[in-house]
């Protein structure tokens, strides 16, 4: 079992910064890519960002290529993003999950893909 807890969410105004953190215990060595996702009011759940646990490489969504930044700690067990200029339609709840599947990384924009998941911080920007 991995048990993932999200932390720096909050409200901020457009063109802001934000950088969220999940911090991983448990068999925090089992994952193999760890993931962000976002949920806004109303929508599905949609993939942000992934990187993998051994080689530090990222993988981002269109829509946030070139703002946001994923990176791991793996000696604190932690999965960041940093998250610059953003914008209103950012607004959602984010959530960090861990992967025990090897696949290509197309794979890792599915949610159903994800093993373990985290309860999600509120992101609100504001105009």
């Known amino acids: 079992q991995v048990q993932l807890v999200e932390s720096g969410g909050g409200l901020v105004q457009a063109g802001g910064s934000l950088r969220l953190s999940c911090a991983a215990s448990?068999?925090?060595?089992?994952?193999?890519?760890m993931g962000w996702f976002r949920q806004a009011p109303g929508k599905e759940r949609e993939f942000v960002a992934a990187?993998?646990?051994?080689?530090?490489?990222?993988y981002y969504a269109d829509s946030v290529k070139g703002r946001f930044t994923i990176s791991r700690d793996n000696a604190e067990n932690k999965v960041n993003l940093q998250m610059n200029s953003l914008k209103p339609e950012d607004t959602a709840v984010y959530y960090c999950?861990?992967?025990?599947?090897?696949?290509?990384?197309?794979?890792?924009?599915?949610?159903?893909?994800?093993?373990?998941w985290g309860q999600g911080t509120q992101v609100t920007v504001s105009s």
């Open positions: 448990g068999r925090t060595s089992s994952w193999y890519v």
């Open positions: 990187i993998s646990r051994s080689s530090g490489s990222p």
């Open positions: 999950a861990a992967s025990q599947r090897v696949g290509a990384w197309d794979t890792y924009k599915g949610t159903a893909n994800y093993n373990y």
